[in-house]
């Protein structure tokens, strides 16, 4: 019997935090949008990421041997980073590697962005309803994560997930979320579709532990949510990343954004 698995490496920018119209007239600084993303990797390439992530951060052994990839650090140019302020030809020295470990790991995004600001404009009763998009944007992407597995050549298909950790409370309710869809399908799939590929439940794991699956989902997240809020702003590593996306049956099924 054929076997394989993959994981899948959650992570956020923007926040899941609702405001009404008349909140962002006062405050137009308030965050719009909420960017979930999910990068699937073979579980016969963990190990060749996990070297050829040594291996970059190899850089940074001046700081400190347990160097974290935190996009946030890496685009701010802060902690171990904070040499790119002087070595500039570092940096693009570091993005360049980046891309290649990609093109070598050959990871698959999904990933489900939402407009927070114009869905409550659409729909005022999410508000009343306290809707949570970071759980709407999970449901999305356990139905494109289901669609790759379900579409795998082989006789067994298992897919894990791996999140990063929040607060207690929030780490149960998406592993309720999770056991539901798993239970009772979702508005497009029954439960069979999701049942008999996926695990019990979801890991929860913190960024500290050096993991680098989550890192890469860190890495690349934000190149999304600044595609769907920005999307006059150039964004070079987005048009990269664009050719990883899961095609799904059509185009770009592998990336959501919403409302349409």
């Known amino acids: 019997m054929k076997e394989t698995s993959f994981a899948l490496y959650l992570d956020e920018s923007g926040n899941e935090l609702l405001y009404s119209m008349e909140e962002y007239l006062q405050n137009p600084e308030l965050e719009t949008h909420c960017t979930l993303m999910g990068v699937i990797i073979d579980h016969n390439k963990k190990d060749l990421l996990k070297k050829e992530l040594s291996e970059l951060k190899k850089y940074f052994r001046w700081y400190s041997n347990e160097v974290i990839l935190h996009n946030t650090e890496i685009r701010n140019k802060t902690g171990a980073f904070a040499i790119f302020h002087y070595r500039p030809e570092l940096y693009e020295q570091f993005k360049e590697r980046m891309n290649n470990i990609t093109k070598i790991v050959e990871p698959v995004i999904i990933c489900s962005s939402l407009n927070k600001k114009l869905w409550v404009e659409r729909y005022p009763k999410k508000l ?6 970071y759980e709407l944007a999970f ?18 298909v298992r897919g894990h997930i791996i999140a990063e950790a929040r607060t207690p409370k929030k780490d149960r309710s998406l592993n309720e979320i999770y056991k539901r869809v798993r239970q009772y399908g979702t508005q497009y799939h ?5 049942s008999k590929i996926y695990d019990n439940k979801i890991s929860f794991f913190h960024k500290d532990l050096n993991i680098p699956g989550m890192q890469l989902s860190d890495y690349f997240c934000y190149s999304f949510y600044v595609n769907h809020k920005y999307p006059e702003r150039q964004n070079e590593h987005y048009k990269f990343l664009e ?6 049956e059509y185009g770009q099924y592998g990336y959501k954004k919403w409302p349409v």
């Not at 449901?139 to 067994?156: I, K, T």
């Not at 029954?190 to 999701?194: A, I, V």
């Not at 050719?243 to 799904?248: A, L």
């Open 243 to 248: 050719t990883f996306i899961y095609p799904g």
């Open 139 to 156: 449901v999305y992407l356990l139905e494109r994560y289901a669609h790759f597995l379900n579409n795998q050549s082989f006789d067994s």
């Open 128 to 133: 009343f309803f306290k809707d949570d998009p």
């Open 190 to 194: 029954p439960n069979t579709f999701f």
